[in-house]
C-alpha cells in the first residue's frame, strides 16, 4: 500500500511539474495594408430588422490599435501531439443575427454548443471540406444543439441559409494550443510542452503565414505576425 502511494504521489508530482514548466506564447498579428471598407448589411424587409437594435457591417478586416488584426486564428500546425480540451465546451451563439463569435477554435471530439439567442427563426449549416455537413433548424429562443466534429479543419465554415449573411469560422485541432486574436491582435497559447513546432497565423482574407519555433519547458515566449491585404485581381 505504502509504495503504491508513494508512486501515485510521484505521479501527481510529475504532472504539476509539467504543468507548471508548460511554455506560454504570446505575440500580435499585424495588418500591412489598407483593406477595404466593410460592406452595411441591409436588415429591411428581413426577418432581422425588427429585432435587431443597431445596424452592422461585414467583419472582414476588423483592424484594432497599431494595425492589430482580430479574428485570426493562430495555432501549432505541426509538431503537437494530439491532447485533450483543456476548457468547458464551447458556444456558438446566434444573437441578434450574427453568429457570435465570428472565428473560434475547439478541439476534435469536444462538444461545440450551439444555441440560437434571437426570438427568431435561424438555420445552422455547417459546409465543411474534411468533416461531416450538418443542417438543421433552430425555430424557438433559447434553442440548444449539440455537435462534434471528429477530424482536425482550419477552418470550417459555418452560415444561415435563412440570412445570407450570417457566417462562422471554426478552427478544429487535435490539441489544445491555439487561440484567436483579440481586437487589438493579440494572442496567448498557454501550457505548450517544450519542444519544436510550427505555428501558423491563419486569416480568412489576408491568409495565413507560419513560423518555425522551439520552446523549453518554462519559456516565455514572444512570436509576431504580419499579414497582408491581397493585392487586386
Same mark, same amino acid.
Given at each position: 500500500?505504502?509504495?503504491?502511494?508513494? %508512486?501515485?504521489? #510521484?505521479?501527481?508530482?510529475?504532472?504539476?511539474?509539467?504543468?507548471?514548466?508548460?511554455?506560454?506564447?504570446? $505575440?500580435?498579428? =499585424?495588418?500591412?495594408?489598407?483593406?477595404?471598407?466593410?460592406?452595411? @448589411? +441591409?436588415?429591411?424587409? =428581413?426577418?432581422?430588422?425588427?429585432?435587431?437594435?443597431?445596424?452592422?457591417?461585414?467583419?472582414?478586416? #476588423?483592424?484594432?490599435?497599431?494595425? $492589430?488584426?482580430?479574428?485570426?486564428?493562430?495555432? @501549432?500546425?505541426? $509538431?503537437?501531439?494530439?491532447?485533450?480540451?483543456?476548457?468547458?465546451? +464551447?458556444?456558438?451563439?446566434?444573437?441578434?443575427?450574427?453568429?457570435?463569435?465570428?472565428?473560434?477554435?475547439?478541439?476534435?471530439? &469536444?462538444?461545440?454548443? @450551439?444555441? *440560437?439567442? /434571437? +426570438?427568431?427563426?435561424?438555420?445552422?449549416?455547417? =459546409?465543411? !471540406?474534411?468533416?461531416?455537413?450538418?443542417?438543421?433548424?433552430?425555430?424557438?429562443?433559447? &434553442?440548444?444543439?449539440? !455537435?462534434?466534429?471528429?477530424?482536425?479543419?482550419?477552418?470550417?465554415?459555418? !452560415? %444561415?441559409?435563412?440570412?445570407?449573411?450570417?457566417?462562422?469560422?471554426?478552427?478544429?485541432? /487535435?490539441?489544445?494550443?491555439?487561440?484567436?486574436?483579440?481586437? /487589438?491582435?493579440?494572442? !496567448?497559447?498557454? *501550457?505548450?510542452?517544450?519542444?519544436?513546432?510550427?505555428?501558423?497565423?491563419?486569416?480568412?482574407?489576408?491568409?495565413?503565414?507560419?513560423?518555425?519555433?522551439?520552446?523549453?519547458? /518554462?519559456?516565455?515566449?514572444?512570436?509576431?505576425?504580419?499579414?497582408?491585404?491581397?493585392?487586386?485581381?
Amino acid at each position: 500500500m505504502k509504495f503504491y502511494l508513494s %508512486c501515485v504521489t #510521484m505521479a501527481v508530482l510529475a504532472a504539476a511539474l509539467q504543468t507548471v514548466s508548460a511554455a506560454e506564447i504570446t $505575440g500580435k498579428i =499585424t495588418l500591412k495594408g489598407q483593406p477595404k471598407p466593410e460592406t452595411p @448589411i +441591409p436588415l429591411e424587409g =428581413t426577418t432581422c430588422g425588427p429585432v435587431v437594435p443597431t445596424a452592422f457591417t461585414t467583419r472582414h478586416y #476588423m483592424v484594432g490599435a497599431d494595425k $492589430g488584426l482580430a479574428n485570426v486564428f493562430v495555432y @501549432i500546425k505541426q $509538431g503537437a501531439a494530439p491532447a485533450p480540451a483543456t476548457a468547458g465546451e +464551447p458556444l456558438l451563439d446566434q444573437l441578434n443575427c450574427q453568429y457570435e463569435p465570428y472565428v473560434m477554435g475547439m478541439v476534435t471530439g &469536444q462538444k461545440l454548443k @450551439i444555441r *440560437n439567442s /434571437d +426570438p427568431l427563426l435561424h438555420n445552422v449549416h455547417a =459546409t465543411p !471540406k474534411v468533416n461531416k455537413e450538418f443542417n438543421f433548424a433552430q425555430v424557438t429562443k433559447g &434553442q440548444i444543439n449539440e !455537435k462534434v466534429f471528429d477530424k482536425p479543419e482550419v477552418l470550417v465554415r459555418m !452560415k %444561415c441559409d435563412v440570412h445570407p449573411w450570417m457566417f462562422a469560422y471554426i478552427g478544429v485541432v /487535435d490539441h489544445p494550443y491555439f487561440a484567436v486574436t483579440d481586437k /487589438d491582435g493579440s494572442f !496567448k497559447i498557454s *501550457n505548450l510542452p517544450a519542444g519544436k513546432y510550427t505555428i501558423e497565423a491563419m486569416h480568412l482574407k489576408a491568409g495565413a503565414k507560419q513560423q518555425e519555433i522551439t520552446v523549453t519547458g /518554462d519559456e516565455k515566449k514572444a512570436v509576431n505576425f504580419e499579414l497582408e491585404v491581397p493585392a487586386a485581381p
